[in-house]
């Protein structure tokens, strides 16, 4: 179980829950920002997780525009953003 950190005070569990959380058969873990559950759920760092995106994005937008031949833009330009995702922990 994935839960923002300001709710672990409120968090009230079943004991046979408490005793698996005990005994290593379910997981609590609480999380400040939601790229901390995203490395969670993936099990990767956020820069990787970024980078894969950007990349498939990259990929996303060259076929896009391979495909369009000599047809005029849609208007609607498919690129990455140049910057990247800002780290939560910096303020």
Known sequence: MILPHQN??????????VDDVAA?????RAVEHVTDALEIALGTPID????AVRERLTRFAEALHASAGDRPPSGAAVTPPSTPVPDPQTP
């Open 8 to 17: 672990v005070l409120d968090l009230m569990l079943p004991r046979d829950i």
């Open 24 to 28: 290593g058969r379910f997981h609590v």
């Open 48 to 51: 990787a997780i970024d980078e």
